[in-house]
């Protein structure tokens, strides 16, 4: 049975990336699929105009999946073992996806957030939800420990301010050494242009006050812990095949990426050694 309409619960900021993935997975199954986002959306009675943007944006949110989600695999072939946060987490629906039969996932979000994960998304066996602040910054002290740890983080960095997430960064390189971070960013043009699609779509509350246009020259100067900063720039192969998206998807995907609009940054910490 549906639930009630869903924009009676929580902001359709959330809803939309979950409906994007589901609705790519039935469009494009030759290059992406996310069953827990198809049975969670078919639990849901989102407004109709959300689902045409859903539609549009299938493709970039997918994109921002696969990507935080080969992330979280290149780290955890050196340390299988490790904490995931999945910071922000949303209805995102990505552990099935990384998960290599050894790590444990944390999905952190508010407290209102967790509660809808857990009536409408199962977890998966090593897989718990940590209701909590992600700006609170004692939720590291609840993650922390001697092990590994590396944070994604989709779509969440946008709608804090510069200093905020400053502070974040440089207190998980402290806390987690030898750990990480991979997240999406855009630049500042893009930024303003997601803020006024936002606004006429009817959510003005959806502010985009981070971006950044050099992740790496901007990064480095902001903490010592940090190690190795990388920014993916191209779109990866997968997302260029014809075999599996029209050349129009395609081309408005590589041009985001060509314009530098859509980046994705990762941050290596150094370990206590000072050497990663």
């Known amino acids: ?142 993650i922390g420990g001697n092990g590994d740890r590396y944070v994604i983080a989709g779509g969440v960095f946008y709608y804090f301010r510069e200093e905020q997430v400053r502070r974040l960064l440089r207190a998980m390189a402290r806390a987690f050494p030898g750990g990480g971070i991979c997240f999406d960013c855009e630049s500042p043009l893009a930024a303003r242009l997601s803020g006024r699609v936002a606004e006429r779509a009817g959510y003005p509350g959806a502010v985009m006050h981070f971006s950044v246009r050099d992740p790496e020259k901007t990064f480095r100067s902001w903490s010592p812990d940090f190690h190795r900063i990388t920014c993916l720039r191209r779109l990866p192969e997968a997302y260029l095949d014809p075999k599996n998206l029209p050349l129009a998807v395609r081309l408005r995907l590589r041009g985001g990426f060509s314009a530098g609009m859509l980046k994705f940054a990762e941050i290596r910490f150094k370990k206590n050694n000072g050497f990663y």
């Not at 494009?28 to 549009?56: I, K, N, T, V």
């Not at 990384?98 to 066996?125: F, H, K, S």
Request: hydrophobic fraction near 45%.
């Open 1 to 142: 049975m549906k639930t009630q309409p869903f924009r009676e619960k929580i902001g359709n900021t959330m809803l939309l990336p979950l409906l994007a993935r589901a609705r790519c997975g039935e469009k494009y199954p030759r290059l992406f699929r996310d069953p827990p986002a198809g049975q969670a959306a078919a639990a849901l009675d989102p407004d109709p105009a959300l689902w045409r943007m859903a539609e549009a944006a299938a493709p970039l949110y997918a994109l921002r999946q696969d990507v935080l989600v080969w992330a979280a695999r290149r780290y955890l072939k050196g340390h299988p073992e490790a904490v995931i946060v999945n910071l922000g987490c949303g209805l995102d629906t990505s552990f099935p996806k990384a998960d290599n039969g050894r790590c444990r996932w944390v999905n952190l979000d508010l407290p209102e957030v967790i509660a809808l994960r857990e009536r409408l998304l199962p977890l998966g066996e090593r897989e718990e939800n940590l209701a909590a602040d992600a700006l609170d910054l004692s939720w590291l002290r609840t």
